[in-house]
């Protein structure tokens, strides 16, 4: 894979949550590590010398008119193994889709050979659409989860990958659940050897994360074991919490508590875990999530299927809570991230204002409720990095040099660039809402082309 030495050209950057910076005719410089080196405007004195010998190195590059560099964007929640099932079945509630269509799914990834053109197919096509780091969910299947880690790391997407783990026979049917609670246990400890080995071998790309697929689906003595075995590797968490009506209901009755409490009482809820969905969260659940700085994964578009509400984003970012942007594949319909900014703008706006007509305009939404692309951009970028602790997400010195190209022009662009009336954040928005995989021209991870 070629490696970049710099760019020259306009970056877009959310250097904060809300506020955008675009900076014109910019120098961004990569470290033979991949990490961005330097950025330089017009304005630095440094500038005119640096361009001059850049230019003289193998790995620059230009940037044409209708081109901007964008941060790497980061999918906080996805599960691989749904791929195939993209678009389909999205009319039925979580606890009947999980049961019908998603378990049989996922159990068909015993086959290595099934797993490895889907998952082949589901990253190339992530990395089309400018995810440079993905947080997967795999299946319970060690083998096929570590042939999951294979993949990012020889297409060179930066990926955080964990083996679910599944064992409750009361909600998980027989032919997918795990065969027992120490085996699983000692499955999430061979994954996470064997994540660690490729490291040695690729770098830094590739991350286990410790994923209780959810409460029901797990049983109290392995929640109790996950939690034991994250603080001893120091890993992520991943889980879902809080995303149904089904879902909280069924904690509250088995432990008496809402979901944040009764992870937090497992030792799960700390600054490594991600909490896909939350869309029942209350202040109390970001008051506990801030205390222990966990993160949220917003899945937007996912959450208008099976959610039965809209995530209050602005409620959390108020709160103080960090959140990041999930298009958890397959319940969100799309592997766009870029689309998922988008209706994570639109659906806020739908709890803003309501959508039942019959009630009257002054009773029909939650007045304040909205967040606007800066936020939901920062979200897909810094505030997904921020879950990690990973340095990316931004461009700045001493970050990952993850980007891509968009390409406004690009044959077959949904998207209108009007120089005379655009003002310079009119062009992210028109990217937000227009960008096709036809528009990202070249992605970087770690400052080598991936595409
Ligand atoms: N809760 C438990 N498993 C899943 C899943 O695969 N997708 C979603 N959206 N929610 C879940
Ligand atoms: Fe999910």
């Not at 409750?168 to 032919?175: M, T």
């Not at 001893?232 to 944040?260: A, I, M, N, P």
Request: net charge negative; glycine share 8%; aromatic share 8%.
């Amino acid at each position: 894979m070629r490696k970049v030495s710099s760019i020259l050209g306009t970056l877009i950057h959310a250097a904060e949550c809300g506020r955008i910076e675009i900076l014109e005719d910019a120098l961004i410089e990569a470290s033979p590590s991949g990490s961005i080196a330097d950025v330089l405007t017009p304005e630095d004195k440094a500038y005119t010398d640096r361009l001059a010998s850049a230019r003289e190195q193998k790995g620059f590059l230009e940037l044409e008119d209708g081109q901007y560099l964008l941060p790497g964007m980061i999918d906080l929640h996805i599960h691989a193994p749904q791929w195939p099932q993209l678009g389909k079945a999205l009319h039925l509630p979580l606890e009947q889709w999980l049961q019908k269509h998603t378990f049989p799914l996922e159990a068909k990834y015993a086959d290595l050979q099934f797993a490895e053109t889907s998952y082949r197919s589901l990253v190339s096509t992530l990395l089309a659409n400018g995810t440079t780091t993905a947080v997967y969910f795999g299946t319970i299947h060690l083998e096929a989860t570590q042939l999951l880690a294979d993949i990012c790391l020889d297409l060179g997407q930066r990926a955080y990958v964990g083996k679910v783990a599944m064992d409750n026979p009361d909600q998980c049917p027989e032919f997918y659940r795990d065969a027992g609670t120490q085996k699983s246990l000692e499955e999430t400890r061979a994954f996470i050897d064997y994540v660690r080995s490729l490291n040695q071998r690729g770098g830094d790309l590739i991350h286990p994360v410790v994923t209780p697929r959810f409460i029901p689906s797990c049983t109290d003595d392995m929640l109790r074991g996950l939690s034991a075995i994250a603080q001893e590797f120091g890993c992520h968490v991943q889980t879902h919490c809080s995303e149904s009506d089904w879902q909280h209901q069924y904690v509250l009755d088995r432990h008496g508590k809402r979901d944040t409490a009764s992870l937090d009482a497992f030792g799960l809820l700390t600054d490594k875990t991600i909490l896909a969905h939350c869309t029942l969260a209350d202040k109390g659940d970001m008051a506990l999530m801030r205390k222990r700085h966990a993160s949220v994964a917003h899945c937007p578009l996912s959450n208008y299927y099976f959610s039965n509400a809209v995530f209050p984003a602005r409620m959390a970012l108020d709160e103080g809570v960090n959140v990041g942007l999930g298009t958890d594949i397959a319940g969100g319909p799309s592997p766009s991230l870029l689309n998922n900014i988008a209706v994570a703008v639109t659906s806020s706006r739908a709890l803003e204002e309501g959508v039942d007509p019959s009630l009257d305009g002054a009773m029909r939404g939650s007045s304040g409720a909205r967040i606007d692309f800066r936020e939901a951009f920062w979200m897909a970028t810094a505030g997904g990095a921020a879950a990690l602790d990973l340095k990316a997400g931004r461009f700045e010195p001493g970050y990952c040099f993850d980007a891509f190209i968009v390409d406004i022009k690009s044959a077959h662009s949904n998207i209108v660039g009007w120089p005379s009336l655009d003002g310079p954040e009119d062009i992210l928005q028109k990217i937000i809402y227009g960008a096709a995989p036809d528009n990202v021209t070249a992605v970087w991870v770690q400052g080598r082309q991936v595409r």
